[in-house]
């Protein structure tokens, strides 16, 4: 069991770690952030979309952990 925790989080690191080295913009924010010229407004707008997409994840992974831990409590 223990084996497979920790594959799954290796899989959940690694999965977090890729999403922050993509570029996240739609064409259309990229083309109006482009036109600026800014680039660090440009870094700032793709960080606070890997965030808004990361957070729901890390949110369901602490709930399933959650349950998980609740249940194996109660088979003890």
Same mark, same amino acid.
């Given at each position: 069991?223990?084996?497979?925790?920790?594959?799954?989080?290796? &899989? *959940?690191?690694?999965?977090?770690?890729?999403?922050?080295?993509?570029?996240?913009?739609?064409?259309?924010?990229?083309?109006?952030?482009?036109?600026? &010229?800014?680039?660090?407004?440009?870094?700032?707008?793709?960080?606070?979309? *890997?965030?808004?997409?990361?957070?729901?994840? *890390?949110?369901?992974g602490?709930?399933?952990?959650?349950?998980?831990?609740?249940r194996?409590?109660?088979?003890?």
């Amino acid at each position: 069991m223990c084996r497979n925790s920790k594959a799954a989080f290796l &899989g *959940v690191a690694l999965f977090m770690c890729n999403s922050f080295t993509s570029f996240s913009q739609c064409a259309m924010c990229r083309a109006a952030i482009e036109t600026e &010229g800014n680039a660090t407004k440009a870094e700032a707008l793709n960080d606070g979309i *890997v965030y808004l997409m990361a957070m729901p994840y *890390v949110l369901v992974g602490i709930l399933g952990y959650t349950i998980y831990r609740m249940r194996k409590k109660k088979q003890v």
